[in-house]
């Protein structure tokens, strides 16, 4: 009896407010239920964004090779986030020597400029090269010997590639008709731990 006492009253209430104030109070209930539905949303996006998974290319979503992403907060997720090792790299000296004329001592993989310098002067003379002195040094890089009809030129860069291709544009700047590659190497660094 409450039940229809209270739906009737309802109705009463409904049908003595004007027509227009009457839709401004369905505009705000669709606004607030629009309001609600948008909040809801939000929420389940950020809990989804927290569940991600991180897996390489090619492999399904769920894969034992899928991990976390690196998205994830830990400090909500309750893990706890891996420890990186220090990764130590130990530096790479090379060293070109050379007579001057036509004899070079190369040397590659060496812990210091100073030993490489040493080494590759001694390597030098070891070919019979008389007076030999360091014509380059160079650490964790590459370097290349083009020769040309009118003499060398030494290059370093990154990679083997980038110090061919300057040695070859110094080598034909120079006038040289013909260029050659006579030694390319890197001496790189290697990872101490």
């Known amino acids: 009896m409450h039940s229809v006492l209270g739906h009737k009253l309802i109705m009463e209430l409904l049908n003595s407010i004007p027509s227009c104030q009457r839709k401004i109070l369905s505009h705000r209930r669709r606004d607030m239920r629009n309001e609600i539905m948008a909040a809801v949303l939000l929420l389940m996006a950020s809990n989804i964004a927290l569940a991600q998974t991180a897996c390489p290319q090619g492999v399904a979503s769920g894969s034992a090779q899928c991990g976390p992403s690196s998205q994830v907060d830990p400090e909500h997720t309750g893990a706890s986030a891996p420890i990186k090792p220090n990764i130590i790299w130990a530096d790479s000296w090379g060293a070109i020597a050379s007579d001057g004329v036509s004899t070079y001592g190369i040397v590659t993989d060496f812990p210091s400029k100073r030993k490489a310098r040493k080494a590759a002067i001694e390597e030098c003379k070891r070919r019979g090269g008389g007076r030999c002195v360091s014509a380059r040094e160079f650490v964790n890089q590459c370097a290349v010997v083009v020769a040309g009809n009118s003499g060398t030129n030494?290059?370093?860069?990154?990679?083997?590639?980038?110090?061919t291709e300057l040695a070859m544009q110094d080598c034909r700047s120079q006038g040289n008709t013909s260029c050659w590659t006579f030694w390319s190497g890197c001496s790189l660094a290697w990872r101490v731990q």
């Open 154 to 163: 030494i290059v370093n860069a990154v990679t083997v590639e980038r110090a």
